[in-house]
């Protein structure tokens, strides 16, 4: 069987009207098409239904929003359908982001049905100011309201998403969050930017000198970059360590992603879903349907996604001025330190907005 993780998108919001971070979410979506998009989803996983017996799901995660956007009973139809068609052993990380004080016992006896839950949760900043910029509450305040839950239940291993490039942010608030969010049992950080449009940005010069401070503490208290953006003790979600690596034998992790906006790459394929949300809702169980830029893995993606897994693991790549130097003039690459000029690695400003500058140099290549 082929190793796997297991991918699913909830797009949806409950807290920030205009959510800066990330892919656009859905606020206060009503339950109709809550549940509408929940059975599309399944839709589509029963799409695989085939070929879901060579795979073996080594992780679960849901994001791109807060699960807790979901009900229970949403929760359980979606989870209940994917233990259904997959082969997840009992002991499967099961990765989902939560709001702090957002998390329902309902919730986590639903992912705990599936595998291991490991929450993550979107703390973002504990600086007062800075969470009334982004119209959210106290994160310290509520987050103890889950700590209390994941104490009585017994969970052990969580992670911490902390908001790096908020206006008004400096190193003193930002080592607040940091030292406020810390706790035994966290053992995954991801520093989440601002998308660069939204007016609660910092400029990108800025959020990456707030980068290298958060680097510098997190790297002090004992965490590992695991990623341009990600640092864990011991082992990360695999499903982020894996997305642009190279699959080359079964215990090569691929990656099966359902809902709009996501990316796969399975069984010789890679493809992506449409991002038009009401389409997807339409036409889940047509591949065809809400399918784009299907292509076959053939050597020359191989050798991109090495190339990309290299940069994402903070290693350098060989430098071709053709493709490397308008992103080294505009400060997302720069020259690897004593390689002189034969190597470049992602910058503070490029690791920020890693994923759009893999997309260029993904279309450069091709």
């Not at 679960?60 to 359908?81: F, Y």
């Not at 986590?108 to 509450?137: H, I, K, V």
């Not at 990656?255 to 709009?260: A, E, I, K, V």
């Not at 991002?275 to 893995?297: M, Q």
Request: with cysteine.
């Amino acid at each position: 069987m082929q190793a796997c993780n297991l991918f699913i998108s909830v797009p949806f919001s409950v807290r920030a009207a205009d959510e800066p971070f990330g892919d656009p979410v859905r606020r206060n979506a009503s339950p109709a098409l809550k549940r509408a998009y929940v059975e599309a989803v399944v839709r589509e996983m029963e799409g695989f239904s085939e070929d879901a017996e060579e795979l073996a799901i080594e992780s679960v995660t849901l994001g791109t929003g807060p699960t807790n956007a979901l009900s229970a009973a949403d929760l359980h139809l979606m989870l209940a359908s994917a233990k259904r068609l997959f082969s997840i052993a009992p002991e499967t990380p099961v990765y989902a982001a939560f709001d702090p004080g957002l998390l329902p016992a309902a919730s986590l006896d639903e992912l705990r049905s599936l595998g291991d839950p490991r929450p993550d949760f979107r703390y973002l900043t504990s600086d007062p100011n800075e969470s009334e910029a982004l119209g959210r509450p106290d994160a310290e305040a509520e987050m103890r309201e889950s700590d209390a839950l994941l104490e009585r239940v017994g969970v052990r291993a969580i992670g911490m998403q902390v908001a790096v490039g908020i206006a008004g942010q400096t190193k003193d608030s930002l080592t607040r969050t940091l030292c406020d969010m810390r706790r035994p049992c966290v053992e995954r950080v991801e520093l989440v930017p601002l998308r660069p449009e939204s007016p609660l940005a910092l400029p990108d010069d800025d959020a990456a000198a707030l980068l290298r401070h958060a680097d510098e503490w997190l790297s002090e208290h004992g965490f590992a970059p695991s990623g341009p953006l990600r640092f864990a003790r011991g082992e990360d979600n695999p499903y982020f360590g894996d997305r642009f690596a190279p699959v080359l034998t079964l215990a090569d992790r691929e990656t099966l992603s359902l809902g709009p906006g996501t990316a796969s790459s399975v069984g010789g394929l890679a493809w992506s879903n449409t991002d038009d949300f009401a389409l997807y809702l339409k036409r889940s169980a047509d591949e065809t349907a809400i399918t784009e830029r299907v292509s076959a893995i053939d050597e020359e993606t191989l050798a991109l996604r090495a190339r990309l897994n290299a940069l994402h693991r903070g290693e350098p790549i060989a430098y071709d001025p053709a493709v490397h130097a308008p992103l080294i003039d505009e400060g997302l690459l720069r020259f690897a330190g004593s390689e002189g000029r034969e190597a470049v690695e992602l910058s503070d400003k490029g690791r920020l907005r890693y994923l759009a500058v893999f997309k260029r140099l993904g279309a450069t290549s091709s």
